[in-house]
């Protein structure tokens, strides 16, 4: 039995952390969207401020996608553990900038953190089932990891609600601080879980006990002088470390002071430890096998597209209104990191990393299922609230847990069925049951959702998009070099939202369209309402139907991308007929005979 067939149980122990992990930072995502308004009103912003508080959400996104190919990039270089364990930690630390943050800035910085964290869990433990598992075997695992994915969208709100139903907003961030911490000391202990053929790690196991100290000092420092906890600030004795030395800034107080010559102790302590905590002494070799200037400008376009689109306003347009600045820095990043990859001595995607027709056709597809998914993410709570639920936004977002709960019932489903069927039948098949359920929902009208067979279509879309998770990532880890996987692994990711946003954008634009055609077509609400002062129930129902048929617009646009992906899916995830072994395979043996 070889190497990459003898699964250890460490090694299972491992695998299953990082899936926690992921489950964790992807509930994250949605427990902002309950804490959102009690977030608002403790940085300043009134409720009618939601366009203000949007770099709290965008701040997350912009983290969890920006850095994702640098990051996948490090992996392969450094080990799927190391990085792994580095961005639980980030998390943790933007999870309690969060938590003690004291105005909007400061929010959004721990967002931002939090993003780079939780984005950064995601290309190592994808790579890290290619490095366990054999191409055939990896179908149930890829599944596992999708479905504890998608599960983190369900558990999300109803952690945060049971959460703010016993404290405030910041109780759910110091509990992420928490459990972060936990699942890395966790993680710590499986660190040798690894396989002679994955990114080796040093054996040394020798911690730097004076750094841990010192770090841990300072980050309590930070907290203290960021939340300004009324029981110390006011106290007669103890408040003086909260007096400004000068100005009025909370960083010029004794304590902030403090924890700043504590930083700068825990920076000396590691330009001299023999075993520092930051591994500094391999960053020379890592820049040098690493192309720095190509991330930033690859960053630096992806973070311009984020927020052009994640930024926008619906009802003013399909963009935000920087786009005119926003879209061509994005340009000339793009233009940059592509001219830097041709000419990068070793540029951040190694070249012919996505040279086989899956693997880069994975990206493609990826691409199309994240237009059709955010548009029943988006406007299946709005059709709910527009028709049957218009004084409950709970009940109507209730509506799509029937979506959400068949997503990671479907990716368990795909990965076992990869044993049996190939990625590209699997995929063809899942995006098509999504594009039927998409064009049935393009036929509800006002009632539809009082009849519960006529949301079959919800537990038929979910199913299909979870279906799809396991195939296009096996696909694109079988047709790639192990030494790729990290970085191969956050390009699709990248992909994936990318698409959503570009896919929500576009949706959008064809939405309102629908609903300013159908808008002119409602006669004047003198006409309907027979002269009445006030609008009857005619008018209000011929403006619902306007909206109906703006989100039947959306719906369709979803029905064709999710069927344009499951084309291309049959025509690019195929395995070529003429080879006998998949990519990844064919490339490892060029690169062991040199």
Same mark, same amino acid.
């Given at each position: 039995?070889?190497?990459?067939?003898?699964?250890?149980?460490?090694?299972?122990?491992?695998?299953?952390?990082?899936?926690?992990?992921?489950?964790?930072?992807?509930?994250?995502?949605?427990?902002? #969207?309950?804490?959102?308004?009690?977030?608002?009103?403790?940085?300043?912003?009134?409720?009618?401020?939601?366009?203000?508080?949007?770099?709290?959400?965008?701040?997350?996104?912009?983290?969890?996608?920006?850095?994702?190919?640098?990051?996948?990039?490090?992996?392969?270089?450094?080990?799927?553990?190391?990085?792994?364990?580095?961005?639980?930690?980030v998390?943790?630390?933007?999870?309690?900038?969060?938590?003690?943050?004291?105005?909007?800035?400061?929010?959004?910085?721990?967002?931002?953190?939090?993003?780079?964290?939780?984005?950064?869990?995601?290309?190592?433990?994808?790579?890290?089932?290619?490095?366990?598992?054999?191409?055939?075997?990896?179908?149930?695992?890829?599944?596992?990891?999708?479905?504890?994915?998608?599960?983190?969208? #369900?558990?999300?709100?109803?952690?945060?609600?049971?959460?703010?139903?016993?404290?405030?907003?910041?109780l759910? =961030?110091?509990?992420?601080?928490?459990?972060?911490?936990?699942?890395?000391?966790?993680?710590?202990?499986?660190r040798?879980?690894?396989?002679?053929?994955?990114?080796?790690?040093?054996?040394?196991?020798?911690?730097?006990?004076?750094?841990?100290?010192?770090?841990?000092?300072?980050?309590?420092?930070?907290?203290?002088?960021?939340?300004?906890?009324?029981?110390?600030?006011?106290?007669?004795?103890?408040?003086?470390?909260?007096?400004?030395?000068?100005?009025?800034?909370?960083?010029?107080?004794?304590?902030?002071?403090?924890?700043?010559?504590?930083?700068?102790?825990f920076?000396?302590?590691q330009?001299?430890?023999?075993?520092?905590?930051?591994?500094?002494?391999?960053?020379?070799?890592?820049?040098?096998?690493?192309?720095?200037?190509?991330?930033?400008?690859?960053?630096t376009?992806?973070?311009?597209v984020?927020?052009?689109?994640?930024?926008?306003?619906?009802e003013?347009?399909?963009v935000?209104?920087?786009?005119?600045?926003?879209?061509p820095?994005?340009?000339?990043a =793009?233009?940059?990191?592509?001219?830097?990859?041709?000419?990068?001595?070793?540029?951040?995607?190694?070249?012919?990393?996505?040279?086989?027709?899956?693997?880069?056709?994975?990206?493609? #597809?990826?691409?199309?299922?994240?237009?059709?998914?955010?548009?029943?993410?988006?406007?299946?709570? =709005?059709?709910?609230?527009?028709?049957?639920?218009?004084?409950?936004?709970?009940?109507?977002?209730?509506?799509?847990?029937?979506?959400?709960?068949?997503?990671?019932?479907?990716?368990l489903?795909?990965?076992?069925?990869?044993?049996?069927?190939?990625?590209?039948?699997?995929?063809?098949?899942?995006?098509?049951?999504?594009?039927?359920?998409?064009?049935?929902?393009?036929?509800?009208?006002?009632?539809?959702l009082?009849?519960?067979?006529?949301?079959?279509?919800?537990?038929?879309?979910?199913?299909?998009?979870?279906?799809?998770i396991?195939?296009?990532?096996?696909?694109?880890?079988?047709?790639?070099?192990? #030494?790729?996987?990290?970085?191969?692994?956050?390009?699709?990711?990248?992909?994936?939202m990318?698409?959503?946003?570009?896919?929500?954008?576009?949706?959008?634009?064809?939405?309102l369209?629908? =609903?300013?055609?159908?808008?002119?077509?409602?006669?004047?609400?003198?006409?309907?309402?027979?002269?009445e002062?006030?609008?009857?129930?005619?008018?209000?129902d011929?403006?619902?139907?306007?909206?109906?048929?703006?989100?039947?617009?959306?719906?369709?646009?979803?029905?064709?991308?999710?069927?344009?992906?499951?084309?291309?899916?049959?025509?690019l995830?195929?395995?070529?007929a003429?080879?006998?072994?998949?990519?990844?395979?064919?490339?490892?043996?060029?690169?062991?005979?040199?």
């Amino acid at each position: 039995m070889t190497t990459r067939e003898a699964i250890s149980p460490a090694s299972r122990v491992l695998l299953g952390l990082a899936a926690v992990a992921i489950s964790f930072a992807a509930a994250d995502t949605y427990v902002v #969207v309950l804490a959102l308004p009690d977030m608002m009103t403790s940085t300043g912003l009134q409720l009618d401020e939601l366009q203000r508080a949007a770099p709290i959400v965008s701040g997350f996104l912009l983290g969890y996608v920006g850095v994702l190919p640098l990051i996948g990039r490090i992996s392969d270089l450094r080990g799927r553990v190391p990085v792994l364990l580095g961005s639980l930690i980030v998390f943790a630390i933007g999870s309690l900038i969060t938590a003690a943050a004291y105005n909007l800035e400061t929010v959004v910085v721990g967002r931002l953190v939090q993003g780079i964290g939780g984005g950064g869990l995601i290309p190592p433990t994808l790579a890290l089932v290619a490095d366990l598992w054999p191409p055939k075997k990896r179908g149930l695992p890829l599944g596992i990891v999708g479905a504890v994915q998608e599960l983190g969208s #369900v558990l999300g709100p109803l952690y945060g609600a049971a959460v703010l139903a016993f404290g405030d907003w910041r109780l759910i =961030f110091w509990l992420n601080c928490a459990l972060g911490l936990i699942l890395a000391a966790a993680m710590f202990t499986q660190r040798d879980a690894v396989l002679p053929t994955a990114p080796q790690q040093s054996a040394d196991r020798r911690l730097d006990a004076a750094g841990i100290l010192l770090a841990v000092l300072t980050l309590t420092g930070v907290t203290l002088v960021m939340a300004a906890p009324d029981r110390l600030a006011r106290d007669v004795q103890l408040g003086r470390a909260y007096l400004p030395v000068t100005g009025d800034s909370r960083w010029l107080t004794p304590l902030a002071l403090t924890t700043g010559m504590l930083l700068v102790l825990f920076l000396i302590r590691q330009a001299t430890a023999r075993h520092p905590l930051l591994g500094w002494r391999q960053w020379p070799a890592l820049a040098r096998e690493t192309d720095l200037w190509g991330a930033l400008l690859l960053t630096t376009g992806l973070g311009a597209v984020i927020v052009t689109f994640a930024s926008a306003q619906p009802e003013k347009g399909a963009v935000s209104d920087q786009a005119p600045w926003l879209v061509p820095i994005a340009l000339v990043a =793009f233009a940059g990191f592509t001219i830097r990859q041709r000419r990068a001595a070793r540029p951040l995607i190694p070249r012919g990393a996505l040279s086989a027709r899956p693997a880069w056709g994975a990206l493609v #597809v990826s691409f199309f299922v994240g237009a059709a998914l955010i548009a029943a993410l988006v406007d299946i709570p =709005f059709f709910a609230r527009l028709t049957v639920y218009r004084d409950s936004q709970l009940d109507a977002a209730l509506v799509l847990v029937q979506f959400l709960v068949a997503l990671p019932v479907g990716a368990l489903l795909g990965g076992w069925l990869l044993r049996k069927v190939s990625a590209s039948s699997l995929t063809c098949v899942a995006m098509l049951m999504s594009a039927v359920a998409f064009w049935h929902m393009s036929t509800w009208d006002a009632q539809s959702l009082d009849h519960q067979i006529e949301t079959l279509s919800l537990v038929l879309g979910g199913l299909g998009f979870g279906l799809a998770i396991a195939p296009v990532n096996a696909a694109l880890l079988a047709h790639t070099a192990d #030494v790729v996987h990290g970085v191969s692994s956050a390009l699709l990711i990248v992909a994936r939202m990318v698409g959503m946003l570009l896919g929500i954008s576009a949706l959008t634009t064809i939405g309102l369209r629908a =609903f300013y055609a159908a808008s002119d077509r409602i006669p004047p609400a003198a006409n309907l309402c027979n002269g009445e002062a006030t609008l009857c129930q005619a008018y209000k129902d011929a403006v619902r139907d306007a909206g109906i048929t703006q989100l039947h617009a959306v719906f369709i646009g979803a029905a064709v991308c999710a069927a344009i992906a499951a084309v291309l899916a049959a025509a690019l995830l195929r395995e070529p007929a003429e080879l006998a072994e998949p990519t990844s395979a064919r490339l490892r043996t060029r690169s062991e005979d040199g």
